[in-house]
């Protein structure tokens, strides 16, 4: 007997199947398909959140500052004259990602529990300011009258969630495999040396300080779309979408799922999601008690989270000859 391990090929029909999978939502669940659009926004917004936490080692409690700033930025652009879908996505990205790198020379320097207070710091700030600023986002009643023009001029957004599933499922999948063609490039890898041994990158000259502060910029571009993206699928921006509430809740999703691999943020968001909505409707009085011990219960079993539990079965799994 022994272990069983994954090929390469295996691996990539693995990744194919799991796609193929997340694509036959669109006819397996066609009553579900706002939420299965959903579940990959937040799939995407958990992959940001593991750029920095996971990959990086920067602590972030208040990721949802740069999910809700992509969020308004594209949902302002569409509401005072500017609904083009793409062009909405590429304002979020450029928006959040440069309010990352001017956050990053704050976040980076300090050590973990520094970098806790600050980004929880900042989200508080961005939702108080966003709640002020009541007459541009509407405050606590959400940005409402978001239009979002025909995806390539041809597609509306149908009260069914066809045409934003379609569109979610497409902008999610390239920007996943962006993320991975970066995490897997010598940049990436830079990354995972400086959060195995900061001092051992320090001491081969590797610069240290800038490579996180790009880390964390592009962290923040990522969760930026895909706080767009859910914009523009709902076309409404609550302000909830920048509050502590979805931070924590991206981070339950991230841990859920498994940091620092990749899926973990995908498959985490499947499985919170879809327990979720099942135990909503359930019991819609004690739903959140029911939740609470699942979470528990996946923490204390799945060690390093469902890509973890999945990583061990593989190593520990045998054949017999």
């Not at 969020?71 to 004259?81: E, H, I, N, T, V």
Request: proline residues 2%; positive net charge; contains cysteine.
């Amino acid at each position: 007997m022994k272990p069983v391990t994954m090929s390469p090929a295996q691996l990539r029909i693995a990744e194919l199947a799991f796609w193929l999978a997340l694509a036959s939502s669109f006819f397996l669940l066609p009553d579900k398909l706002t939420l299965m659009s959903q579940v990959m926004v937040f799939g995407l917004f958990a992959v940001s959140l593991d750029m920095a936490l996971g990959y990086a080692g920067i602590l972030s409690v208040g990721h949802a500052a740069f999910f809700g700033a992509g969020a308004y930025a594209a949902g302002l652009l569409a509401r005072y004259g500017w609904s083009e879908p793409f062009t909405g996505l590429v304002f979020a990205l450029v928006a959040s990602g440069m309010l990352g790198y001017a956050l990053s020379y704050l976040v980076v320097r300090g050590a973990d529990l520094t970098r806790l207070m600050i980004t929880i710091g900042v989200c508080v700030l961005l939702y108080e300011l966003a709640n002020r600023l009541s007459g541009i986002t509407g405050g606590t009643d959400g940005l409402q009258g978001v239009v979002i023009a025909p995806v390539l001029g041809l597609f509306d957004f149908d009260l069914y969630g066809k045409t934003a599933f379609c569109y979610a499922y497409g902008v999610v999948l390239a920007m996943f495999l962006l993320v991975r063609l970066v995490l897997r490039s010598p940049f990436g890898l830079a990354l995972r040396g400086i959060h195995d041994s900061r001092k051992r990158m320090t001491a081969i000259g590797s610069p240290v300080e800038a490579r996180l502060r790009m880390a964390y910029a592009m962290s923040a571009a990522v969760a930026g779309v895909a706080g767009a993206l859910l914009a523009q699928t709902t076309q409404f921006v609550g302000i909830e979408s920048i509050g502590f509430n979805r931070s924590a809740e991206v981070l339950i999703i991230l841990v859920l799922g498994g940091t620092g691999r990749l899926y973990g943020g995908m498959i985490g968001a499947i499985v919170y999601m879809l327990v979720h909505d099942w135990f909503a409707d359930m019991n819609p009085q004690y739903w959140m008690f029911w939740l609470g011990i699942f979470l528990i219960a996946a923490v204390m079993l799945g060690r390093g989270g469902i890509m973890g539990a999945l990583s061990r079965l593989v190593r520990t799994g045998r054949t017999t000859r």
